[in-house]
């Protein structure tokens, strides 16, 4: 059977992207092997100074940007309510003067995907955990390289693609593709199935996925059961070995997230994982060496 394919425009910064995680479980899991995921870069801020109060930039850039960062991190804010995914804009400082584009963190998915392709997902999770959870100014290559290395990839040749023209001319590829289809906001979903394509330019939620796969494939794809096992758990912590409760909860249709650390505890009890607190909520971590 053909697979869908599920391409996301979207930037490493973005919240709504961050927040929409769980459907992508819940989408992984009652579709297991029925949907292929793809990212494409669309770049969300070209040059920051262009969204800052004038007012503001003429008194100094310095202060225009502190505002700007202040408004985004009640953007941000505002944003957790979509799923619940803990947002934490404490000390929030993603641009400065030095930094004054999203870029570098476009530049940085897609040197991670030409240079482990199984792991730019993984990359790019940890990549908004930096951003968002942590308030990292993941801008600075030094704060992208860390994440580099908590991914796993080849530090040398990450920056070999980040500073070539080998990562620029795949994100151009991106922007290209992204204009051709006439998408102008983010996120935007494209669906492929068997020659056909379904354009979403706004965010949605599973159900309308469902609804649209079932449209998209004339009712050939569409959700099937999943088991509460800890054994399914396992395998979904493979591939997300840093995850909420709040995915696992929408991944196997649990009731709560209190439900989901009951269920999980004999997994941290013996050690394969362990719990992450983190301002407004926790995370699960796969711990290494572990099966």
């Known amino acids: 059977m053909n697979k869908i394919t599920l391409t996301t425009f979207t930037d490493p910064m973005m919240g709504l992207s961050y927040e929409c995680e769980p459907i992508f479980r819940k989408l992984e899991t009652h579709f297991a092997g029925q949907i292929e995921f793809r990212y494409s870069m669309g770049l ?3 040059n920051v100074y262009e969204l ?3 007012n503001e930039l003429a008194q100094s850039p310095a202060l225009g940007l502190h505002r700007y960062n202040a408004r985004l991190a009640k ?3 505002n944003e957790e309510q979509i799923s619940g ?4 804009m404490d000390g929030f400082c993603l641009f400065s003067t030095e930094q004054t584009s999203s870029l570098p963190l476009n530049l940085a998915y897609k040197a991670a995907e030409l240079t482990a392709p199984k792991l730019a997902d993984r990359f790019l999770y940890n990549l908004r955990y930096a951003t968002i959870v942590e308030t990292r100014p993941t801008t600075k290559l030094e704060e992208i390289l860390k994440v580099v290395r908590l991914t796993g990839i080849d530090e040398k040749l990450f920056l070999q693609h ?7 001319t795949a994100l151009d590829g991106d922007l290209t593709h992204m204009h051709a289809l006439g998408i102008h906001t983010l996120p935007a979903y494209l669906l492929e199935y068997d020659g056909k394509q379904m354009l979403i330019k706004h965010l949605i939620g599973y159900d309308a996925f469902v609804d649209a796969t079932r449209e998209l494939t004339d009712g050939r794809i569409h959700p099937q059961p999943v088991e509460q096992s800890l054994q399914s758990v396992r395998q979904l912590l493979e591939q997300h070995p840093l995850i909420s409760p ?7 249709d649990f009731n709560t997230t209190d439900d989901v650390r009951q269920f999980i505890q004999p997994m941290v009890d013996s050690g394969e994982v362990s719990i992450r607190d983190v301002k407004r909520g926790w995370f699960i971590v796969k711990e290494k060496g572990t099966i």
């Open 44 to 46: 969300l801020v070209r």
């Open 52 to 54: 800052c109060d004038c």
């Open 75 to 77: 953007i941000y804010e």
């Open 85 to 88: 995914m803990p947002i934490n």
């Open 162 to 168: 980040y500073q070539d023209s080998s990562a620029e």
């Open 246 to 252: 709040i995915e696992l909860r929408e991944a196997f």
